[in-house]
């Protein structure tokens, strides 16, 4: 398990205790309860829910043993651009709202809660801190081991004298010397996989957060829409975070860790959910103040993800600037991802 999911996991477990307790007079608006049929709906929940988000993390990955859907191939970016636009509009029409919605609850006192923007505040340091980790640990790794290769590359060019690469790519070449171009190679795939963990930490924050919403109502009425919006969510949300994984190219057990840990987080949020039914009391002060803190969090990592990290690097790439088809396939798909993703809102 890497660093980053090590530090959920504890974040985590130190906040649930908080999630349970708190009194407050606000009444839960669940609709009609019927534990039973709920715990039926709940239990689909978590097989679709868990087939799905599998299955779409699994098709970029998987993908690469089909040459069409290879990481240089267009059709790549294509997808890779629906996935984007999923997890941003993931970010803007799902996650934010929810914590605007929590922090500015009547549940809440109205000072500070409602006399400060916290959400949007929390989302905003959210960017800004991802963006740091995100410059440091680029920076930490490039300086410690890729420097290290890199100055023994330098000294075996400087022996080879003028000798230079070439590489083709749609009549395009690259020329200088092996030693830059294996660097260039190597950063390039350091950023990826700096990318691939902040994205699926941001991912997973919110997955356990609707994980344990969904477990903890009891109310049919409330699940049943959500099953099939949530079903789709995982699934698109997962193909982006494949895609991202895909190209990090880590060892097989790095990316089956990480597959499995985006793929259970939310059906073990909706198992914990189920198991803290009876006691969890979704309009407490606690909950209220802890999910809207988090899912701000998450709203901020996935929006600066999604348009730093995966739209900019990839739209600005020299081979979609240079093929117009590609750039409007990919400006389409971007468009149909964000509003297929944004139309779930209606139901979840």
């Known amino acids: 398990m890497s660093t980053l999911q090590q530090i959920f996991c504890l974040f985590f477990l130190i906040l649930l205790p908080p999630l349970v307790s708190g009194d407050c007079t606000c009444d839960s608006d669940d609709g009609e309860r019927d534990k039973h049929q709920a715990l039926e709906y709940k239990l689909a929940a978590i097989a679709s829910i868990l087939i799905a988000g599998a299955i ?3 098709i970029p990955i998987l993908g690469k043993t089909i040459p069409a859907l290879r990481p240089e191939k267009g059709v790549f970016f294509i997808i890779k651009a629906f996935a984007a636009g999923v997890i941003l509009s993931t970010g803007f029409i799902h996650v934010l709202p929810d914590a605007f919605e929590s922090l500015t609850s009547p549940c809440l006192d109205e000072k500070p809660w409602r006399t400060f923007p916290f959400a949007g505040f929390v989302a905003m340091t959210s960017a800004i801190l991802t963006l740091m980790v995100d410059a440091f640990a680029t920076s930490y790794y490039r300086s410690s081991g890729f420097n290290s290769g890199a100055q023994g590359g330098v000294e075996d060019a400087e022996k080879a004298g003028d000798m230079h690469v070439h590489a083709h790519a749609h009549a395009t070449h690259a020329h200088g010397p092996a030693s830059f171009v294996d660097d260039c190679t190597s950063l390039d795939l350091l950023r990826h996989r700096v990318v691939s963990q902040v994205l699926e930490l941001g991912i997973v924050v919110h997955s356990v957060i609707i994980g344990i919403s969904l477990g903890a ?20 949300e997962g193909m982006g975070l494949g895609g991202c994984i895909s190209q990090a190219k880590f060892k097989i057990r790095t990316t089956s860790i990480m597959v499995l840990f985006f793929s259970l987080t939310t059906p073990i949020g909706i198992a914990i959910g189920t198991g803290i039914s009876n006691v969890y009391n979704e309009n407490s002060p606690t909950a209220l103040i802890v999910e809207g803190i988090l899912n701000a969090a998450s709203a901020g990592i996935l929006i600066y993800m999604a348009l730093v990290d995966l739209l900019a690097v990839d739209f600005m790439n020299p081979r979609m600037q240079a093929n117009l088809r590609l750039l409007i396939g990919a400006n389409v798909s971007l468009l149909v991802g964000a509003g297929s993703m944004s139309l779930l809102a209606k139901w979840a």
């Open 217 to 236: 109502s009891q109310s049919p009425k409330t699940i049943r829409p959500l099953v099939a919006a949530l079903t789709f969510h995982q699934f698109f």
């Open 56 to 58: 779409g993390v699994c």
